[in-house]
């Protein structure tokens, strides 16, 4: 950090009504886990193993590379940390900052080889195969997705036959759609795979089962025999990781590769399946959970760095002979960026929410309690795909509202937004998320006539519906989230109502759904957003040691994250008379009314989301404040750079620029 | 072409009800200049020489080399295309077919160098630089944007300081901010620039000027001594553009540098104002009229890939036992994809507006008539930046609507996004743009008052306000284009309101347009809009020889265009009464009834774009479907595939893997 702050970011954030550690504080779950983080933090920011070139100015190559290097230095580094790493949490703090944000090349190993081992895996398998993960003896990744193949698990083609003669499996990929495709480190950095392929046992198919395939010698590293390993070439983003295929020919493997814990295959053949397998819900949940963290996380990144820089920017005179202002001044500047920074606290306080439905219900299942898997599911579906397209198409908006250098990897946007836009498509693509949460929605309508009673997120189904029972006064957080509640009832109930029309008219319930699946997903879209702005008031009505100055700019931006949904999404509230349009045009004005009070806190905001320089990766939002002079320094480690004349004039630009000349 | 057309595209195309090669030639201005277009991109294909690894293979500074390679090679094969080139039109199809559609490092010195010189130096400084440019013996650039400002161009800082006893300019970049930063091709590639500076003379500042200034030798092709050129660094997309820095020290150049067809200095250093400046306006109309062409063309891009890979892909079995249906088929994939069909052709139909109304006012300035330079000025500043606005997320929608393999860069999509997004920010920056529109409409409808006849396109704004009179005949054209005349009316009339409001309580029009900015923006894009929406009915209503079938397919994308526009902006139609809840949601329902007769045609309306296989650049949306195999062929030209083992293994990996082995 530099000594000068940037005297206009200083001045905003000296005009900051509350006490910025304060929500630093609230927004890491406590005092002492902000420490810890700031720790890890200093700790790969100090460390000159971890100084190198922004990836930005590496080739691709290059970014493997380094993202390699950074990974097994990590990994030596571990001891150090052992202090300071309390839990799993941690350790991705940890390796976040040493991948500056990025993929590293092992995160599948620890994030899904792993686990899969532990979950799926027999007494005797764990015990084989996990101590020499955790050693890195061996390194695996999780190959699931197909080229032909990603959301629509029953439709992978991959198939493994067991050979009772040998006892073995033997692992083909039988079509070109059969390849794996996209598992992250597959392609050149794993030595192992958890494999997900049909099982084939005494003729008969018993579906997707998941095996432990060695891909590459542990000697040399060269790819086995029947195993056609390799990278699957450039993509938007993820260039530090070697996203891979995978083509097996007859591949064989013991038949203890198979993960036994639950469906098991006998030396003979025989085939045992598992009681029950609720289990891969849990997985998906969290999954899913930890997406919608990372929307949050990621809009509140991208709002820093484009509420910082709009501080710094000043443009267009608007009376001559005055000052420019601060682009954050102007109120269409603040109408693009405010509605994403209260949507970046919504989402931290959902995520939090999320992360403690999970453990609950997990804490049931493993009770043998299952009754709210199906409410989990659809909740995290749901949540998932609605908070990463905002996050998605909101990161956008904060880029461009930078302008022409918005475009520049300086500003940290296109590493930012080519990292994160994936959320969007995998773990559950989100259209396809959205549908099954509407699904559980039609179910729970369907339910409550035979009179069943709804669990939580779910249970205002039962409400009655009466638009003249809402109140006018639209400050009123009773008010607001009655309003949001009519709008999601009405729209569920529109849309299950046209499922029952199509079945009435002899359509099969898969038929129905998929005729009325435009309308379907509207609803959930408004069950999530119901959700995440009852959350929001829920949540700040809980927080008890808060300190008035802080509750009033919370307040502020729940108010403001709810009307301002209103006015984006009016026509649905006026639809069905929830509003008038006059009771439309002066909930916008509200939200306009309210910019300039926002505005006042606007930077203090951001700082407490507490991104260090190292993870922006942003010059435009540096914590300093000094944009230019670092632009300028930054620009000069580009390759063309390294000399004057670029070699390439003396190929192309020279014959013709002076092919007259030769002529002579 | 491979002979083998993927069945389920073929099947598509057999379905189709019109005659894709008729919609061709009406897309492509008749068959002559499709033919051309044709043999133009033939000529390209077949040329041994531009045949390359795809660009995303690259790494950034091979991507510049191999577009200078391609660019100089083009230069001197403009020989050979002397018969086909007409105009310039035809030499940027060509271009573009070179660049593989990416801004090649001639687009400068051709499009803004070039033009700047033929349209501000006087006649003698035409005759010195026109043929040096346009032999290439010198190569130019705009340099315009500086570090601190781009749209607003009045706070641009270098300075030109008149020196009487040497009858030099020097020139200087006072401030890092004044730091010349984004012109393309200034880092590496030109030997000249137009740079744009505050001019000053016998100490008073006479505002910004154009001036000639040579950057590198012609010699050694060495930066000139008071020059610090060099390339900005990596960016989202244009790698293989060296947009540049230029940074000037007490550079002098000669008085006879400064373009004097208007403004003059004279050797004694006084002073010469231009009688009217109104030219530049043309040129800023005239590029924003190419960026609509650029936004109808891009969207255009994206359908083709999306739709075409829909058709191909097969996805979730819907009932046990039956095929996977393709993605296209599912309703949910063509509620994302048609209203940007639709939005191709609205917008391929309002470029061609753009581009006549460009020449009608052109021709009226050039015979003095400035009557309807503002009200040109105002439409392309709307249009490019609506049309550009929902291309760029469009362009999004399609890309994520392909699943994870959208962000392969196989899909083409990051390339496409990467180049097509600037638009949204350069040339003006659409917020700013919008509120330039607004401004000419609260203009326009404060002159009503004083019995003004206002132009063309915004001559309904002195229609009433009559919600009752518009029918409910929700397929009729007339409805259509009264519910959208009388959004926009209702907009433009509150936003001017406002401002009226404002001044009333005695603040200056400045400020209460900022006040009302938020207002003025909405009220902007409801008339950009309906100029669009009016634009395609009344371009069709004008197509005289086309068939009965085709007719029918484009009414339908017109109908479809102009309702799923009032269902996605309902609010806007509720809110003054325009319609009723229950219009609104009839509306939708029609919607989502035409998709099924959208559908039948959604491959043919694409193909009748005609993007080659090699603009395109998309294993997803090739012509032929042939796209898993192409996949596989195309990910094996990945660096990191050079070799089985990578590099990076024998220095991280091994002593990572091997480390307990050697403790031993």
Same mark, same amino acid.
């Given at each position: 950090?530099?000594?000068?702050?940037?005297?206009?970011?200083?001045?905003?954030?000296?005009?900051?009504?509350?006490?910025?550690?304060?929500?630093?504080?609230?927004?890491?779950?406590?005092?002492?886990?902000?420490?810890?983080?700031?720790?890890?933090?200093?700790?790969?920011?100090?460390?000159?193993?971890?100084?190198?070139?922004?990836?930005?100015?590496?080739?691709?190559?290059?970014?493997?590379?380094?993202?390699?290097?950074?990974?097994?230095?990590?990994?030596?580094?571990?001891?150090?940390?052992?202090?300071?790493?309390?839990?799993?949490?941690?350790?991705?703090?940890?390796?976040?900052?040493?991948?500056?944000?990025?993929?590293?090349?092992?995160?599948?190993?620890?994030?899904?080889?792993?686990?899969?081992?532990?979950?799926?895996?027999?007494?005797?398998?764990?015990?084989?195969?996990?101590?020499?993960?955790?050693?890195?003896?061996?390194?695996?990744?999780?190959?699931?997705?197909?080229?032909?193949?990603?959301?629509?698990?029953?439709?992978?083609?991959?198939?493994?036959?067991?050979?009772?003669?040998?006892?073995?499996?033997?692992?083909?990929?039988?079509?070109?759609?059969?390849?794996?495709?996209?598992?992250?480190?597959?392609?050149?950095?794993?030595?192992?795979?958890?494999?997900?392929?049909?099982?084939?046992?005494?003729?008969?198919?018993?579906?997707?089962?998941?095996?432990?395939?060695?891909?590459?010698?542990?000697?040399?590293?060269?790819?086995?025999?029947?195993?056609?390993?390799?990278?699957?070439?450039?993509?938007?983003?993820?260039?530090?990781?070697?996203?891979?295929?995978?083509?097996?020919?007859?591949?064989?493997?013991?038949?203890?590769?198979?993960?036994?814990?639950?469906?098991?295959?006998?030396?003979?053949?025989?085939?045992?399946?598992?009681?029950?397998?609720?289990?891969?819900?849990?997985?998906?949940?969290?999954?899913?959970?930890?997406?919608?963290?990372?929307?949050?996380?990621?809009?509140?990144?991208?709002?820093?760095?484009?509420?910082?820089?709009?501080?710094?920017?000043?443009?267009?005179?608007?009376?001559?002979?005055?000052?420019?202002?601060?682009?954050?001044?102007?109120?269409?500047?603040?109408?693009?960026?405010?509605?994403?920074?209260?949507?970046?606290?919504?989402?931290?306080?959902?995520?939090?929410?999320?992360?403690?439905?999970?453990?609950?219900?997990?804490?049931?299942?493993?009770?043998?309690?299952?009754?709210?898997?199906?409410?989990?599911?659809?909740?995290?579906?749901?949540?998932?795909?609605?908070?990463?397209?905002?996050?998605?198409?909101?990161?956008?908006?904060?880029?461009?509202?930078?302008?022409?250098?918005?475009?520049?990897?300086?500003?940290?946007?296109?590493?930012?937004?080519?990292?994160?836009?994936?959320?969007?498509?995998?773990?559950?693509?989100?259209?396809?998320?959205?549908?099954?949460?509407?699904?559980?929605?039609?179910?729970?309508?369907?339910?409550?006539?035979?009179?069943?009673?709804?669990?939580?997120?779910?249970?205002?189904?039962?409400?009655?519906?009466?638009?003249?029972?809402?109140?006018?006064?639209?400050?009123?957080?009773?008010?607001?989230?009655?309003?949001?509640?009519?709008?999601? =009832?009405?729209? &569920? *109930?529109?849309?299950?109502?046209?499922?029952?029309? /199509?079945?009435?008219? @002899?359509? %099969?319930?898969? $038929?129905?759904?998929?005729?009325?699946?435009?309308?379907?997903?509207?609803?959930?879209?408004?069950?999530?957003?119901?959700?995440?702005?009852?959350?929001?008031?829920?949540?700040?009505?809980?927080?008890?040691?808060?300190?008035?100055?802080?509750?009033?700019?919370?307040?502020?931006?729940?108010?403001?994250?709810?009307?301002?949904?209103?006015?984006?999404?009016?026509?649905?509230?006026?639809?069905?008379?929830?509003?008038?349009?006059?009771?439309?045009?002066?909930?916008?004005?509200?939200?306009?009314?309210? =910019?300039?009070? &926002? *505005?006042?806190?606007?930077?203090?905001?951001?700082? /407490?989301?507490?991104? @260090?320089? %190292?993870?922006? $990766?942003?010059?435009?939002?540096?914590?300093?404040?000094?944009?230019?002079?670092?632009?300028?320094?930054?620009?000069?480690?580009?390759?063309?750079?390294?000399?004057?004349?670029?070699?390439?004039?003396?190929?192309?630009?020279?014959?013709?620029?002076?092919?007259?000349?030769?002529?002579?």
């Amino acid at each position: 950090m530099s000594e000068r702050i940037n005297p206009d970011l200083q001045k905003e954030r000296d005009a900051a009504t509350f006490d910025v550690e304060e929500l630093s504080v609230l927004l890491h779950n406590g005092a002492h886990e902000l420490e810890k983080k700031r720790k890890l933090e200093e700790l790969v920011r100090n460390d000159p193993d971890y100084k190198s070139l922004p990836f930005d100015f590496l080739s691709r190559e290059a970014q493997y590379e380094e993202g390699v290097r950074r990974s097994t230095i990590a990994v030596a580094k571990k001891d150090q940390l052992d202090s300071l790493i309390e839990n799993h949490g941690d350790l991705i703090t940890y390796n976040t900052h040493v991948g500056r944000g990025r993929a590293g090349p092992f995160n599948l190993h620890t994030g899904m080889f792993i686990p899969t081992l532990v979950k799926q895996g027999s007494p005797e398998q764990v015990a084989k195969w996990l101590p020499l993960s955790e050693d890195y003896e061996i390194i695996g990744t999780y190959a699931q997705t197909e080229m032909g193949h990603g959301t629509f698990l029953r439709g992978l083609e991959t198939t493994a036959h067991y050979d009772p003669h040998t006892q073995e499996f033997v692992l083909n990929s039988p079509t070109t759609t059969s390849i794996k495709w996209w598992p992250g480190a597959l392609g050149k950095t794993s030595t192992h795979a958890v494999v997900l392929a049909q099982l084939y046992t005494l003729g008969k198919c018993h579906g997707i089962h998941a095996f432990v395939v060695q891909l590459r010698s542990l000697e040399d590293h060269k790819s086995l025999p029947g195993i056609t390993v390799g990278d699957i070439g450039p993509k938007f983003g993820y260039g530090a990781n070697d996203n891979g295929f995978l083509k097996l020919s007859n591949h064989r493997i013991p038949r203890e590769n198979m993960l036994m814990k639950y469906s098991k295959v006998a030396p003979d053949g025989s085939y045992n399946k598992p009681p029950k397998s609720t289990l891969t819900y849990g997985t998906m949940t969290f999954v899913r959970a930890m997406i919608v963290r990372g929307s949050a996380q990621a809009i509140a990144q991208g709002a820093t760095i484009a509420i910082r820089y709009s501080a710094v920017r000043r443009q267009s005179e608007m009376r001559p002979g005055e000052p420019e202002p601060q682009v954050l001044s102007y109120p269409t500047q603040q109408y693009k960026l405010f509605p994403l920074l209260c949507a970046a606290y919504a989402f931290h306080f959902v995520q939090v929410k999320m992360i403690e439905a999970y453990s609950e219900v997990t804490e049931l299942v493993n009770k043998g309690d299952f009754s709210r898997t199906q409410e989990l599911h659809a909740l995290s579906s749901g949540l998932k795909a609605y908070t990463s397209a905002i996050s998605n198409t909101g990161l956008e908006v904060c880029r461009t509202s930078c302008g022409g250098h918005g475009y520049s990897c300086a500003s940290g946007f296109p590493a930012l937004y080519t990292n994160f836009t994936p959320s969007v498509t995998y773990e559950g693509e989100n259209t396809v998320l959205l549908l099954q949460c509407a699904r559980y929605l039609v179910k729970c309508t369907r339910d409550l006539r035979s009179g069943a009673k709804l669990p939580g997120s779910v249970a205002y189904l039962s409400c009655g519906c009466d638009p003249s029972s809402i109140g006018k006064d639209f400050t009123n957080v009773k008010t607001l989230d009655s309003l949001y509640k009519q709008r999601a =009832l009405g729209l &569920i *109930r529109f849309a299950s109502g046209k499922v029952d029309a /199509s079945m009435a008219g @002899g359509m %099969d319930l898969v $038929g129905a759904l998929n005729e009325s699946s435009v309308h379907l997903v509207r609803a959930a879209v408004a069950h999530s957003h119901y959700f995440v702005v009852r959350n929001f008031f829920e949540k700040l009505s809980m927080l008890a040691s808060t300190s008035q100055p802080l509750m009033e700019v919370l307040h502020q931006l729940s108010l403001f994250y709810a009307l301002d949904g209103i006015a984006q999404h009016s026509g649905e509230f006026l639809e069905d008379g929830l509003l008038s349009g006059e009771d439309v045009k002066q909930i916008r004005q509200l939200t306009v009314d309210m =910019l300039p009070r &926002i *505005r006042v806190n606007a930077v203090a905001l951001v700082d /407490s989301f507490e991104f @260090g320089d %190292d993870v922006l $990766g942003s010059v435009l939002g540096r914590y300093d404040g000094n944009v230019y002079e670092n632009l300028f320094k930054w620009a000069q480690n580009s390759p063309l750079n390294k000399t004057d004349v670029h070699p390439s004039y003396h190929k192309y630009l020279q014959p013709l620029l002076q092919r007259n000349k030769s002529k002579l």
